[in-house]
């Protein structure tokens, strides 16, 4: 299979600015649960914050295709 280059970088650098994205979510969703005390909205904010935490993980499994160099830095990691 054929890659082309430049566009599997600008497909890296746009899956990066996704991962911002969701931890940006992710923050958020965590103030909000720490600052309410209803129950209900505890739990359905956790179950969406728990979302945009896979979300993270299913982006970042995504960039380790694409960039090469980002997978080995992972791996050099244990991760």
Do not use: C, P
Request: net charge negative.
């Amino acid at each position: 299979m054929v890659y082309d280059l430049n566009a599997t970088k600008k497909d890296a650098e746009k899956i990066r600015s996704d991962i911002i994205g969701e931890q940006d979510a992710i923050i958020q969703y965590q103030a909000h649960i720490d600052e309410t005390k209803n129950k209900e909205v505890k739990e359905v904010l956790t179950h969406i914050l728990n979302d945009e935490k896979e979300h993270t993980a299913e982006l970042i499994k995504l960039l380790r295709k694409l960039d090469k160099v980002q997978d080995q830095k992972f791996e050099k990691e244990g991760l």
